[in-house]
């Protein structure tokens, strides 16, 4: 089992979540220790694809780890020097954009700017059906930024979503291996 600490900060892209619960186990049997995180609106809010309790029953039963949801509980990642690596899967939209602004008003982005703080590398799974309208730039500017690493994404559904990018949540191992060493795992578009 590989040392480094992992943060999993799991967003509101709901559709996504089966997909990245099974990238989660994948990293729980590569890494010794792995932190669940999730925004408050994951916490709070059941959907048709499943419950938020069920979600962070899961969360906990995957990681063994109690999962941290609101600003309080992550606020020490920075200070205490938590984690190795944070990956944000699926990092939504809105996550993006407040992370490319600097706003810091849920748990996943204060987990990113406590985890940042540090020189940490911060994993984004990009999930959002704007990401090639009104999101692309603010996915534009953490391509360029120091400590941001992308899993390989590409087009949803060009035909009836054209604007919209899912990242290719399997390669999240790959990707969070490639951060920690400070790479970018290539090609970022599929």
């Known amino acids: 089992m590989r040392k480094e600490r992992v943060g ?12 990245v619960l ?7 049997k590569e890494y010794e220790t792995v932190i669940p995180i999730v925004s408050e609106t994951s916490a709070y809010t059941d959907t048709r694809f499943g419950s938020s309790d069920d979600l962070l029953e899961t969360l906990e039963e995957l990681t063994g780890q109690e999962v941290l949801y ?16 944070l990956v944000i899967a699926p990092a939504t939209g809105n996550t993006i954009a407040k992370l490319a602004a600097g706003i810091t008003d849920t748990a996943v982005t204060m ?13 984004i799974a990009v999930a959002s059906n704007d ?4 999101g692309a730039r603010n996915i534009g500017e953490l391509l360029v930024r120091k400590n941001y690493y992308f899993v390989p994404f590409g087009q949803d559904d060009a035909e009836k979503k054209p604007c919209s990018l899912i ?12 951060a920690l060493r400070k790479e970018q795992l290539q090609p970022i578009l599929l």
Do not use: Q
Not at 8 to 14: D, L, P, Q, T, Y
Not at 22 to 28: F, P
Not at 70 to 85: A, Q, R, T, Y
Not at 131 to 134: C, K, N, Q, R, V
């Open 111 to 123: 987990a990113a700017k406590a985890h940042l703080r540090n020189g940490g590398a911060v994993v």
């Open 131 to 134: 990401g090639l309208s009104a």
């Open 22 to 28: 099974e990238a989660l186990r994948e990293l729980v």
């Open 167 to 178: 990242a290719d949540f399997a390669k999240i191992p790959e990707t969070v291996d490639a």
């Open 8 to 19: 999993f900060a799991v967003c509101g892209s709901f559709c996504t979540h089966a997909n």
């Open 70 to 85: 609101d600003i309080p509980s992550v606020e020490p990642i920075g200070p205490k020097k938590l984690l190795d690596v």
